[in-house]
């Protein structure tokens, strides 16, 4: 029998399957589908940095008191009715789901810079999460608003967490910092325990006729995991902590190659909406599969066999390899040629 037992954030995980932030921790009933399918951790949806502030704002003015902050965003948010969760209500739900499974529960804090709202850390361990998911989603749009600044922010709201509460954290980032591998070392040295690669956005869709603006976020597809998988094999070896993939992994296969590139643990959610949380078993079993097939006995003896630790130039090999793509140039779908006459 295959072995695919690791480490995730000091949690000892049957395998590296865990189940991403999503809205299908609001229903215990799919959570225990969730646990009977396999499940080897739940991450709970965020907690938004505006909630609680608002909640704070509120708290205040009931005592006549200021507010030490108040985020502009808040005019943006709706009505506490139309929210899934406030603050205490996610610390109850925080409590049920731990209660309904037997598995690791991971809460998500999401945010953009350091506060009061990050006392928020402390109560979550509390309530019985075993981990915290940071995740820092920040656009920034202001022209004199360097990568330096935004950097620096985040760390300190990772030393700031860090500072509050005894749960390992894992920071969940964008790819989009300008020299990410330094930046992680930052974070990592401001007390992160595992990194998640990577956030994935609001993404804006225009109606030309109307001028509307639609928010969207849609499934993620496969054509997501490459990136992932690069910086998995980057950071595996050099960032001391864990690493969790989320995004683009759909199968198996994918699970593997995630750990090929040196992740301990890989958070899928899309396809278990598409398919229902009985497909996190289908992925365990092509997992195993492929182990059997290759004579791997477990998971750990390829976690990071891809790593680019093992290459003495990792730019130097990823440039050559940039340079041999452009010149060859195939693509695996046919593309138009105009034939002579």
């Given amino acids: 029998m295959t072995d695919l037992s690791g480490r995730y954030l000091g949690l000892d995980l049957p395998h590296p399957v865990m189940v991403g932030?999503?809205?299908?921790?609001?229903?215990?009933?799919?959570?225990?589908?969730?646990?009977?399918?396999?499940?080897?951790?739940?991450?709970?949806?965020s907690l938004f940095e505006e909630e609680v502030e608002a909640e704070q704002e509120m708290s205040a003015r009931v005592r006549e008191e200021p507010a030490d902050s108040f985020a502009e965003a808040l005019s943006y948010l709706p009505e506490a009715?139309?929210?899934?969760?406030?603050?205490?209500?996610?610390?109850?739900q925080v409590r049920r789901v731990g209660e309904a499974v037997d598995i690791p529960v991971v809460a998500s804090l999401n945010g953009t810079r350091s506060g009061r709202w990050l006392d928020?850390?402390?109560?979550?361990?509390?309530?019985?999460a075993a981990a915290l998911e940071l995740n820092v989603y920040r656009p920034v749009t202001a022209m004199d608003t360097t990568a330096e600044r935004v950097e620096a922010e985040v760390v300190r709201m990772v030393e700031e967490v860090v500072g509050r509460?005894?749960?390992?954290?894992?920071?969940?980032?964008?790819?989009?910092?300008?020299?990410f591998a330094a930046f992680a070392h930052r974070v990592e040295?401001?007390?992160?325990?595992?990194?998640?690669?990577?956030?994935?956005?609001?993404?804006?869709?225009?109606?030309?006729?109307?001028?509307?603006?639609?928010?969207?976020?849609?499934?993620?597809?496969?054509?997501?995991?490459?990136?992932?998988?690069?910086?998995?094999?980057?950071?595996?070896?050099?960032?001391?902590?864990?690493?969790?993939?989320?995004?683009?992994?759909?199968?198996?296969?994918?699970?593997?190659?995630?750990?090929?590139?040196g992740a301990h643990a890989v958070q899928v959610v899309s396809p278990l909406l598409r398919h229902g949380p009985e497909?996190?078993?289908?992925i365990l079993a092509e997992v195993s599969s492929w182990l059997e097939e290759h004579e791997i006995a477990g998971l750990d003896e390829v976690r990071g066999a891809l790593s680019l630790e093992r290459c003495p130039d990792p730019a130097a090999y990823e440039?050559?390899?940039?340079?041999?793509?452009?010149?060859?140039?195939?693509?695996?779908e046919p593309i138009f040629r105009e034939t002579g006459r």
């Fill in 165 to 179: 509460t005894t749960l390992p954290i894992a920071v969940k980032l964008s790819p989009f910092y300008t020299a």
């Fill in 189 to 261: 040295v401001a007390g992160a325990a595992g990194l998640v690669l990577f956030n994935r956005f609001f993404q804006p869709e225009v109606d030309p006729d109307t001028g509307d603006v639609r928010r969207s976020l849609p499934l993620s597809h496969r054509g997501e995991l490459p990136l992932r998988l690069r910086w998995l094999a980057i950071l595996s070896g050099r960032f001391r902590g864990s690493l969790a993939a989320t995004g683009g992994v759909h199968d198996g296969f994918g699970v593997v190659q995630a750990c090929l590139c």
């Fill in 81 to 92: 009715a139309a929210t899934v969760f406030g603050p205490d209500e996610y610390l109850e």
């Fill in 120 to 128: 928020w850390a402390s109560k979550l361990g509390q309530a019985g």
């Fill in 279 to 282: 497909h996190l078993a289908t």
């Fill in 21 to 45: 932030a999503s809205p299908m921790v609001d229903d215990l009933g799919l959570v225990r589908r969730l646990e009977d399918a396999g499940a080897a951790a739940i991450v709970m949806r």
């Fill in 319 to 332: 440039r050559v390899n940039y340079v041999r793509l452009l010149h060859r140039f195939d693509v695996e």
